[in-house]
């Protein structure tokens, strides 16, 4: 079966860090780009970053550039989000996905990222 | 910045046919896009109905199917059931790496 689980989300104060993980299972994890995709409460879907297969490559939405990272350890078939200097408005349900044909095609679960003092 | 556009909220009756569409705020929509459309209940992770325009995912019926209509993308819904009651997402590739999804409809079935 191909699943997508996520972890490390969390309570984390204003100017925190916080680095979620993504683990992959019942696929070639190496042969897919993979994206990262944030629901704040109430809110809809907002694409966050995307990795190439080999880690050389990424991209962020302006809003998180220069304060998150994605990266992924096809070793481990897992993928991250690095999250550093958070802000209230980063708030939200954090999801990995698959990409397939530029779109997303499998989805995790999802972790929850509060952030609040 | 461009932005995606869609119907804030939609209506259909049981066994009706509903259009949903996914603009951008300047320029038309092409398959170029890619445009993707996801699924959404309240507390539930977003499922693939429709990828690279018209390719339905794997299990969904065939009574979701995707075009390009106008200058916008669409998802059409026909013979709709109540548990179509859903948000429903559009996400276009706006190239350079980059994808943009749109705001949302909640479509109710009544």
């Known amino acids: 079966e191909v699943q997508l689980v996520e972890s490390g989300g969390g309570l984390v104060q204003p100017g925190g860090s916080l680095r979620l993980s993504c683990a992959a299972s019942?696929?070639?994890?190496?042969?897919?780009?993979m994206h990262w995709v944030r629901q704040a409460p109430g809110k809809g879907l907002v694409w966050v970053s995307r990795?190439?297969?080999?880690?050389?490559?990424?991209t962020y939405a302006d809003s998180v550039k220069g304060r998150f990272t994605i990266s992924r350890d096809n070793a481990k078939k897992t993928l991250y989000l690095q999250m550093n200097s958070l802000r209230a408005e980063d708030t939200a349900v954090y999801y990995c996905?698959?990409?397939?044909?530029?779109?997303?095609?499998?989805w995790g679960q999802g972790t929850t990222v509060t952030v609040s003092s | 910045q461009t932005v995606v556009t869609q119907e804030p909220s939609f209506s259909v009756s049981p066994g009706g046919t509903v259009t949903l569409t996914c603009g951008l705020s300047?320029?038309?929509?092409?398959?170029?896009?890619?445009p993707s459309w996801y699924q959404q209940t309240p507390g539930q992770a977003p499922r693939t109905l429709i990828y690279?325009?018209?390719t339905r995912s794997s299990g969904v019926p065939d009574r979701f199917s995707g075009s390009i209509l106008g200058n916008k993308a669409a998802l059409i819904i026909t013979g709709a059931q109540a548990d179509d009651e859903s948000d429903y997402y559009c996400?276009?590739?706006?190239?350079?790496?980059?994808?943009?999804f749109g705001g949302g409809t909640k479509l109710t079935v009544l």
């Open positions: 996905t698959r990409d397939a044909s530029y779109t997303m095609d499998v």
């Open positions: 019942g696929f070639t994890f190496s042969s897919y780009w």
């Open positions: 990795i190439n297969r080999d880690g050389s490559g990424t």
């Open positions: 300047s320029g038309s929509v092409s398959t170029n896009y890619y």
């Open positions: 690279s325009t018209n």
């Open positions: 996400v276009l590739y706006m190239g350079s790496g980059i994808w943009v």
